[in-house]
């Protein structure tokens, strides 16, 4: 019993899935049949989950129809379109299923469910620069690469946080902090980020914007020693190395490419050294970047194991 829904099936397959549902069955097992716990002399376990939730759970661990009924006719579930074969061919994934299941899984410890999600999940929010770049290039954020419609990131930081999704933390808490002050705080249902989350995201954004700053005053330095150079508008070439919008902060890893301004106002020779220095720069952020967060490196990272 979910709530105010009735779900019938087979209990020996979640038992066998997990440990949980093991125990849970077994205390149930041990009412009377004339108990009021049991419906048609049939044990019931009861749960405080949303029945739509666990309705998605079901379907991807049960590759076969059930139905979901009320108790009292008060309401019907029906059946999500959704087994484990697809959560590894659907290119996408409505947020909401996804993250249903990603907690239902962790907090029934049904380790298949959650080594599928969490695999998709690295897809998008990967351990290497170059791929993190691709996404970039491709869809912009890596929420809008794994999701029908992309998600606030504070969503996806704090669900990534409490399902310990440990290896996508550092790209989920980039994508929220690089929204700069006011996306953070943000007080609106779902976005809201816990204090020890919004505190390492505060002090990222600060260490954002003076590493971005600092590597703009190392170029503008370059282009002063080139003769050719010398003239250019300093204040133009400062402009195109930063973002037009200053809601996304002075994101370090926006923008791979060098824009055009720059190779419009600067020598062949100037322009190259300008694109190799901000290459450079973009790695060794990279490089640093769960540190900033208070995360483990991207090597400790890379060895996590899904335990549960």
Known sequence: MVRSTLFRFYIGILSRKSEIFYDMFELASLQPPDSEKTVDGLPVVRLHDSAEDFAHLLSALLDYEYAAKSSRLISTVSRPTLNPRSLFLQRYIR????????????????????????????????????????????????????????????????????????????????????????????????????????????????????????????????????????????????????????????????????????????????TGEVTGDDRAFRCAFWDELPGMFGLPTWRELSKFVILK
């Not at 929010?125 to 029908?148: L, Q």
């Not at 990131?153 to 808490?173: G, I, R, S, Y």
């Not at 070439?237 to 370090?252: F, K, T, Y």
Request: net charge positive.
């Open 95 to 270: 947020y909401p299923r996804f993250a249903a299941l990603l907690r239902l899984s962790m907090k029934y410890e049904l380790g298949g469910v959650r080594k599928i999600l969490i695999h998709r999940a690295q897809k998008h929010y990967p351990v290497g620069m170059s791929d993190y770049e691709r996404t970039m290039k491709e869809h912009g954020t890596a929420a809008a690469a794994a999701f029908t419609i992309s998600p606030h990131p504070n969503e996806v930081l704090k669900l990534f946080w409490e399902c310990e999704v440990k290896q996508c933390l550092p790209v989920a808490f980039y994508e929220a902090t690089v929204r700069g002050v006011n996306s953070l705080t943000s007080s609106k249902l779902n976005t809201s980020l816990p204090p020890q989350i919004l505190t390492s995201a505060i002090k990222a954004l600060a260490a954002f914007n003076s590493k971005r700053m600092d590597h703009v005053r190392a170029t503008l330095d370059t282009v002063r020693t080139c003769s050719e150079c010398k003239r250019a508008n300093l204040l133009s070439i400062e402009h195109s190395m930063l973002p037009a919008r200053s809601d996304l902060s002075l994101s370090p890893l926006r923008d791979p490419d060098p824009k055009p301004d720059v190779a419009r106002i600067l020598c062949e020779g100037c």
